[in-house]
């Protein structure tokens, strides 16, 4: 795993070490998002969407999720007004476990200010939602 620049190396550690996934190698401040595209075992038994962790969060947060069946997947973040603020995931995905790192910037590059977030993942004919907070 690539060290991040935007984490602090500890905090990052215990993320990591607290899911237990292989992250992609990705620069956290020229992406706002990492996918860890390697499945468990078996795919899940049901659409699943956790609360994201830590929460409330400062400088990043981590998003896990499941889909039982391969198809186009959307995960994206609202502010309370119901504006998309962030894409974090879009297209098709195999059936598997999920995770997404988000480090509160928008969908132009620019940091979020402090508050509550929603957000909404829609797999197939199933969408969930949940809310965070952002403490900066």
């Excluded at 509160?104 to 939602?129: C, F």
Aim: proline fraction near 5%; glycine fraction near 8%; aromatic fraction near 8%.
């Amino acid at each position: 795993v690539e060290r991040s620049r935007g984490l602090g190396d500890v905090y990052k550690r215990q993320i990591l070490l607290n899911c237990r996934a292989a992250i992609t190698q990705a620069d956290f401040l020229d992406t706002s998002v990492v996918v860890d595209e390697g499945k468990a075992a078996e795919a899940p038994q049901a659409f699943t969407l956790k609360q994201n962790r830590p929460n409330p969060f400062n400088a990043s947060t981590l998003i896990i999720y499941g889909i039982p069946e391969p198809g186009n997947v959307v995960l994206k973040v609202y502010n309370p007004l119901g504006q998309e603020v962030a894409t974090l995931v879009e297209g098709y995905q195999e059936a598997g476990h999920y995770h997404v790192f988000w480090n509160g910037m928008d969908n132009m590059g620019n940091p979020v200010s402090s508050g509550s977030y929603i957000y909404k993942l829609q797999a197939g004919d199933r969408e969930e939602t949940k809310s965070m907070t952002l403490v900066r």
